[in-house]
């Protein structure tokens, strides 16, 4: 899939586009890139349209200053979406894209026809405590010591020995590489600050969904997650699968914060069964689905 160019509202946004069928909207997290798919990408658009964008200040996308917050990340997408010409998506987001993709089902539920949340941000406080650190003052000089060409080296270097002995998790560490190197130059680090601070301070993961998590009755939903992730952990799973109530939940044993990486045939096996075991939800807003209560704990909405 090549990459191709649309400017929306002023803004330069890459995305990534190919298949037939439904379309599919793949969200990648944080100091990610539509790249982060690439694994899935081919089987997946087999039978549907497969879209993944680079969010604005990720990627090739735009890294100009401005909102980036969820509601504007999700807003971009909404654009990006009836600006080709679709109506709806099965909306897919990852860690911080997971936080985009519950945004975009809550701000356009008429858009979304599925959700599927794979070690999505957005579900408790917790998170790794090199996050949260990053969000104390001073984190910029840090970046810039840890991103210089000497140390990026050094990393390299590591990173290709742990390949060549095909360690544990070495399948993560493109990934990882990817996402540390987009960090390399001023706009990046700048993008990459001002996203991580717009969903986490120094309490942990400062934006919830848990509040309105019962509007997503109606809309079926999916839960993927690694069962060993070291981000944001597996409760966040458990917790968001007992609110929404008829969600699938799906652990993967032995995979980690990017199952779409790491276990690429389980991690399209899983998202295809259910698109296809599933009927696309038509939710419209209405006052009577704003204003209703969230059920007690543990249990959900009709």
């Known amino acids: 899939m090549e990459q191709q160019e649309l400017t929306i509202h002023g803004k330069r946004l890459k995305y990534r586009i190919g298949g037939k069928g439904p379309l599919v909207l793949l969200i990648h997290g944080m100091a990610g890139s539509a790249t982060t798919w690439k694994q899935v990408m081919p ?5 549907f349209t497969v879209l993944a964008p680079d969010l604005l200040g990720h990627g090739d996308s735009e890294k100009s200053k401005g909102d980036y917050s969820l509601g504007a990340m999700a807003s971009t997408l909404r654009d990006l979406i009836v600006a080709l010409g ?3 998506a099965t909306v897919v987001g990852q860690s911080y894209g997971g936080g985009i993709a519950l945004q975009f089902a809550y701000q356009y539920p008429e858009r979304c026809e599925r959700l599927v949340l794979v070690n999505a941000g957005g ?7 090199l996050l949260r650190m990053l969000t104390l003052p001073g984190s910029e000089a840090i970046l810039l010591v840890a991103c210089a060409p000497p140390v990026r080296r050094i990393v390299e270097i590591i990173g290709r020995f742990l390949l060549r002995k095909k360690l544990e998790n070495a399948t993560v560490i493109p990934e990882l590489w990817r996402s540390y190197t987009s960090l390399g130059t001023v706009e990046g680090r700048r993008a990459f600050l001002r996203t991580l601070r717009a969903v986490i301070d120094r309490g942990g993961q400062s934006v919830s969904a848990h509040d309105k998590l019962h509007l997503a009755a109606g809309m079926p939903t999916l839960i993927i997650w690694g069962a060993e992730d070291p981000v944001i952990p597996v409760e966040h799973a458990h917790a968001a699968h007992a609110v929404i109530q008829g969600s699938w939940l799906e652990i993967i044993e032995g995979v980690g914060h990017y199952p779409h990486c790491e276990a ?8 295809t069964e259910f698109i296809e075991s599933t009927r696309p939800a038509r939710i419209k807003v209405s006052q009577k689905r704003i204003l209703r209560s969230p059920s007690p704990a543990g249990t959900a909405l009709d």
């Open 86 to 88: 679709y109506k709806r």
């Open 264 to 271: 690429p045939e389980r991690f399209v096996e899983s998202l």
């Open 43 to 47: 089987a997946l658009s087999e039978r």
């Open 123 to 129: 579900l408790g406080t917790e998170v790794n405590p």
